[in-house]
């Protein structure tokens, strides 16, 4: 029964809601230039990242949101060219609630 993807990785429950979102980041493996992808949801402690860039379960990478620093965050688990990643340091919940908004008003205007 293949029609979905296995995710490769342990499933862990989630602490805290997901929010669906479309948003345009810069993403960075150790050692390596910058590089655009996409988040297409995200929580307080982390995102599913939308990348053709080869990733592995348990890599470092950082991630610039619009506007903020890297922050850095870990692969959980991938399938194809999504990547379920987790901050190191859970998001603030004001700074979740900006990034959510400014996304929202990206989308709308």
């Known amino acids: 029964m293949g029609a979905l993807p296995e995710k490769k990785g342990r499933h862990l429950p989630r602490p805290h809601d997901r929010q669906m979102v479309l948003i345009g980041v810069r993403v960075r ?26 990733l592995q379960i348990g890599m470092e990478i950082w991630v610039m949101f619009p506007g903020f620093e890297g922050r850095r965050a870990n692969v959980v688990w991938v399938a194809e060219h999504e990547a379920g990643c987790a901050f190191e340091n859970p ?15 990206r989308r709308e205007g």
């Open 29 to 54: 493996r150790r050692g390596e230039s910058w590089f655009r992808s996409r988040i297409t949801d995200m929580s307080l402690e982390g995102f599913r990242l939308l990348s053709f860039v080869k």
């Open 91 to 105: 998001l603030h919940p004001a700074i979740f609630d900006h990034i959510i908004r400014s996304c929202d008003l």
